[in-house]
């Protein structure tokens, strides 16, 4: 059983940073294609970002292409979200998730997934 604790949430500014990260126990990391899913209020959840398992693919959503970057720690079985210029419309829960295989963009194709931290940015 894998289980994702997701952190790094908070209220900022726009224009401003936040680091979110993913901590990943029960199974080694490296066996994984991780990705972030955001979900704003009366929004269906979407795809942010996603990393293949080995680190040697990313994908990004347009919107936050050249602002985030997605990273992994197979050693500390760590994901990470780099996020800059953060702007009101990046408001939203934001979850870490899990597969096998390669990164895929839609939410059903993932097996695991943490429990959301919530992202606020103010204009």
């Known amino acids: 059983q894998v289980q994702l604790i997701d952190s790094g949430g908070g209220l900022v500014q726009a224009g401003g940073s936040l680091r979110l990260s993913c901590a990943v126990s029960?199974?080694?990391?490296?066996?994984?294609?991780m990705a972030w899913f955001r979900q704003a209020p009366g929004k269906e959840r979407e795809f942010v970002a996603g990393?293949?398992?080995?680190?040697?693919?990313?994908d990004y959503a347009d919107s936050v292409k050249g602002r985030f970057a997605i990273s992994r720690d197979d050693a500390q079985n760590t994901v990470t979200l780099q996020m800059n210029s953060l702007n009101p419309e990046d408001t939203a829960v934001y979850y870490c998730?899990?597969?096998?295989?390669?990164?895929?963009?839609?939410?059903?194709?993932?097996?695991?997934w943490g429990q959301g931290t919530q992202v606020t940015v103010s204009s």
């Open positions: 990393i293949n398992w080995g680190g040697g693919r990313t």
């Open positions: 029960g199974r080694v990391l490296i066996m994984y294609s």
């Open positions: 998730a899990a597969k096998s295989g390669a990164i895929v963009t839609w939410d059903t194709g993932y097996d695991y």
